[in-house]
């Protein structure tokens, strides 16, 4: 979409997205990845931009991503340097979307030095768990503040992606859940996505299948909504 043919009606909001995927360093040169490639969250930032808002991207490792124009970039690699640039851009920003796949645990300990090999089997990586930073954000939302979790879940026997989905709002607590259906044609790597947009007063949206921009749009008109007065 070209900028020009979008509404600004994001001015005057100042909004905070995360991107990417964190990584749990285990040595120096070595960490605990996921397949993450940043182009949800930066799809999202470009098109808040385009529409107008003051955008904060909190990025970690991504598929070589360039930022969009006009946005602030804070870099984060690891979980926890995620956490505290987005408990500092919380303290301003009107919206908080957490794009970003945060690793639910981190190795133990961090040698300050290459893991050598030996003739022997290593020893078992001890994990620990990491803080949710979206249960944390809305544990101290400001009044006002919106905030918007992401989910990629998969279906099994007993249960759907959307009920999935459905619990996981409401142990969030977040404002919006937007629900990607793995392994349907979306989410990670890809291009394109397709799922749900959940709201805490219990709309569902369905999302068809489309550009991470489009899914952008969806989501930012429910924002807009939201903050509304
Ligand atoms: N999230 C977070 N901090 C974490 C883990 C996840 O802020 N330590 C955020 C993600 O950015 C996403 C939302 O929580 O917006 C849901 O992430 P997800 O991995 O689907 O949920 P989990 O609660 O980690 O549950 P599980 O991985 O077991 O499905
Ligand atoms: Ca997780």
């Given amino acids: 979409a070209r900028s020009d043919a ?20 285990l040595d ?14 930066y799809a999202l930032a470009r098109v808040a931009a385009q529409r107008g808002a003051r955008v904060t991207l909190v990025s970690a ?17 690891s979980a926890e340097e995620l956490r505290v640039a987005m408990h500092e851009v919380a303290k301003t920003a009107d919206v908080l979307v ?35 930073i979206l249960a944390e954000l809305v544990e101290h939302r400001r009044p006002g503040q919106v905030v918007v979790g992401f989910a990629a879940e998969t279906g099994d026997e007993g249960t759907s992606v959307l009920d ?4 996981k709002l409401k142990r969030k607590g977040c404002d919006l859940l937007v629900v990607n259906a ?37 989501l930012w008109d429910a924002v807009r909504v939201l903050v509304e007065p």
Avoid at 9 to 14: A, T
Avoid at 28 to 41: A, I, T
Avoid at 61 to 77: I, K, R, Y
């Fill in 6 to 25: 979008l509404p600004r009606d994001l001015e005057g909001l100042h909004v905070a997205v995360s991107a990417g995927g964190t990584r749990e360093p």
């Fill in 28 to 41: 120096p040169v070595r960490f605990l990845g996921n397949r993450s490639s940043g182009r949800q969250g």
């Fill in 61 to 77: 490792h991504t598929a070589d991503l360039v930022a969009p124009a006009g946005v602030e970039l804070v870099g984060a690699g």
């Fill in 98 to 132: 957490m794009a970003a796949a945060v690793a639910d645990f981190r190795p133990v300990s961090l040698t300050g030095h290459k893991i050598k090999k030996t003739d022997r089997d290593p020893e078992p990586v001890a994990l620990t768990r990491n803080a949710d």
């Fill in 164 to 167: 999935y989905g459905r619990a």
């Fill in 182 to 218: 793995v392994g349907d044609g979306g989410a990670f790597e890809g291009e394109d996505n397709a799922g749900w947009l959940l709201s805490a007063d219990g709309t569902e949206v369905r999302i068809a299948h489309g550009s991470k921009a489009q899914l952008g749009a969806t």
